[in-house]
């Protein structure tokens, strides 16, 4: 089968020719309809630390995974061959994150996916392959930030750092749990898409989120600025949860986190029933993530256009689609 494959830090991605897959007790093989590009494959490839996090390499990169199961092991109940599959990257409870596809075994740049059967979740009939993949994490990490780490309802004001995937899929969430929203990005291209997700205004420089004395501010950017200004912006006695991995340290003001009493919280992933929350969600119409569909063999260049922040909304790709290209043989 066809596979995008990482062969380790600064190295170039090789669409290759690998072995199909065989499931084991307890696994299935998924043939991946749609799979999601995010900037975690990103630092992955930049050798970024990703602290307890191994990386296997060689590997498949792909951690936004939705198809078709075509092939199940012994032992797997609940699953069988033609169900239709998102693979869930189950961060919570952060002691049963077991299965890193595209991290910890390979993931879902390739025809096929070996995957656990813990971390398959069924999709509803009305939500598209392409919508069920990128919500494995870019709405679901969003949903789990804004609704459990943030803690986000009714009355609350918050402030969305960083207007990508995962940002407006934060301010469409927050705004459907009831929320005052405000979007902050450096580029300003970004704040029509935002309003139209929810958000009452826009900025280009977190401090001006003080006025607004948000309760909770959530940072997908993850820059040192971003989140030693986010600690000074939130209201005494607010929450700060970061998700994004812009930078490996932050200087944050530990004054103004003590004196101010700021929760500062990270976030990580979500957990399967989340994911079956964000699903409902996608089948009711009341959250629609923006996708972008990549050819399969463009996808090294469709990661070079994320690196350099071209890319608004989700990018997918779809790795069965015909390509009639030469592939290298592993």
């Known amino acids: 089968m066809k596979a995008i494959r990482f062969a380790g830090a600064g190295r170039p991605l090789n669409l290759e020719i690998v072995p199909d897959p065989e499931p084991g007790p ?25 602290g307890d996090l191994t990386v296997k390499s060689p590997v498949t990169l792909g951690h936004e995974g939705a198809g078709v199961i075509s092939s199940v092991g012994d032992g797997v109940r609940g699953f069988e061959v033609g169900d239709r599959v998102g693979i869930a990257l189950v961060s919570h409870p952060i002691e049963e994150a077991l299965f890193a596809p595209g991290v910890g075994h390979d993931g879902a740049f390739a025809e096929q996916e070996l995957a656990h059967v813990s971390t398959l979740v069924h999709i509803p009939d009305n939500v598209t392959f392409a919508e069920a993949a990128v919500a494995t994490d870019s709405v679901a990490t969003a949903y789990h930030a804004v609704r459990t780490a943030g803690a986000v309802r009714p009355g609350r004001t918050v402030g969305v ?3 990508g995937g995962l940002g407006l899929n934060g301010v469409r969430i927050a705004k459907l749990l009831g929320a ?7 580029n300003p ?11 009452t205004a826009c900025f280009q420089d977190v401090r001006q989120l003080t006025a607004q004395q948000p309760d ?3 940072d997908f950017a993850g820059v040192p600025s971003t989140a030693a200004a986010a ?18 340290v932050a200087p944050i003001p530990i004054a103004s986190l003590v004196m101010r009493n700021v929760q500062l919280v990270g976030s990580l992933g979500a957990s399967k029933d989340e994911l079956r929350e964000v699903y409902g969600l996608i089948a009711s119409g009341a959250l629609k993530p923006a996708v972008q569909e990549v050819p399969f063999s463009e996808l090294p260049a469709a990661m070079d256009r994320l690196a350099r922040g ?15 290209v ?3 043989i592993a």
Request: aromatic share 4%.
């Open 326 to 328: 030469p592939v290298k």
């Open 310 to 324: 071209e890319v608004r909304g989700r990018l997918y790709t779809r790795p069965r689609a015909d390509l009639r």
């Open 180 to 186: 005052t929203v405000y979007g902050v990005d450096v």
């Open 216 to 218: 909770v501010i959530v």
């Open 26 to 50: 307890e696994w299935v093989v998924v043939d991946i309809e749609a799979a999601g590009l995010c900037h975690s494959d990103l630092h992955i490839m930049s050798g970024m630390d990703l």
């Open 161 to 163: 750092i960083g207007l």
């Open 231 to 248: 600690v000074d912006c939130v209201r005494p006695g607010g929450c700060v949860v970061l998700v994004g991995l812009g930078g490996a």
């Open 189 to 199: 291209s970004t704040f029509g898409p935002a309003t139209e997700a929810g958000a």
